[in-house]
């Protein structure tokens, strides 16, 4: 099952609204990120990015060939990681920059007649759901190969992660106030997400790594499928028709404590792998005026 939020540790009080830790900083926050989690993670996260409706049909109908992952999967992979780098590491201008280019991308993106539901890739809402996934997930890992966060960093990390939305059009009032806050939205917003069967097999097809060669697929395939079902919650888990029993979640546990401890050893720049390679990417591309997405 999908570890929780800790929000009964992590809630704010009221009596002490001030905090004693400093607010993160793009330079500071890389001590609190872990780069591998963006491989774990990332095609449950999709998932659940993508169980909100509008957001699903908005990849499945996008006539923008160049950024899908099933025609172009290592510039897609590009795309999502600069995506996290620059907006947890980059500065106001960087971030500013690859919002314009992502812009250029999403224009096209909104829904025609013959949708089903309507939707628009700049709708701030669709975004705040987006970057709450995004959220979600790098706390949720984090939570399981570190252990929580003391309150006061939980909550500091938080607030910083507005920017996961605030990169694009998300307005910073619509950010939760706080994790309590945040809690109370996902908990009310997840319970309503589903997956329809058309979204399964798109799902099932990122799983299963098919648009990658057959040899890559043998390799990875399997574990991919064994850590997405351990970190789907579990209404979105059955919905993919998804196995899990106690076996699985003790296998799964030794995993990632494994991972957590080969991690805790590692110097700062080798655990935000790929992350601080895709920044790198980003200012290079940045001042040779290559395209950025």
């Known amino acids: 099952m999908t570890a929780p939020l800790h929000s009964d540790d992590h809630e704010s009080d009221p009596d002490h609204p001030g905090s004693t830790v400093a607010p993160f900083t793009p330079e500071t926050i890389g001590a609190h990120l872990d780069g591998i989690a963006a491989f774990l993670g990332g095609t449950a996260n999709v998932i659940v990015q993508l169980s909100l409706r509008p957001v699903g049909r908005g990849v499945l109908e996008s006539t923008v060939d160049s950024g899908k992952i099933t025609l172009h999967p290592i510039k897609r992979l590009r795309t999502t990681l600069s995506y996290l780098a620059v907006a947890l590491m980059g500065t106001d201008e960087e971030r500013a920059r690859y919002r314009a280019a992502i812009n250029e991308s999403h224009r096209p993106v909104r829904s025609s007649a013959s949708s089903p539901v309507t939707y628009n890739a700049f709708d701030p ?15 949720d890992l984090r939570t399981r190969m570190r252990g929580p966060m003391d309150p006061d960093t939980a909550e500091a990390f938080y607030q910083y992660c507005a920017r996961l939305g605030t990169t694009l059009q998300m307005r910073p009032e619509m950010w939760p106030a706080d994790r309590a806050a945040f809690q109370r939205y996902w908990d009310e917003n997840l319970a309503t997400r589903s997956i329809e069967p058309e979204l399964r097999d798109y799902f099932n097809a990122l799983i299963d790594l ?8 043998r390799i990875f395939a399997g574990l991919q499928r064994f850590v997405v079902a351990g970190l789907l919650p579990q209404h979105l888990r059955d919905e993919m028709d998804l196995t899990w029993s106690d076996r699985d979640q003790r296998r799964f546990d030794r995993l990632l404590r494994g991972i957590s401890a080969v991690q805790a050893r590692l110097p700062k720049q080798a ?18 005026g290559t395209p950025l997405v």
């Open 210 to 217: 098919t648009m990658l060669p057959k040899p890559v697929q």
């Open 271 to 288: 655990r935000l792998f790929p992350l601080n390679i895709y920044l790198y990417d980003l200012r290079r591309r940045l001042r040779r």
């Open 125 to 139: 809402t669709l975004q705040l759901w987006v970057a709450a996934s995004l959220y979600w997930g790098i706390d």
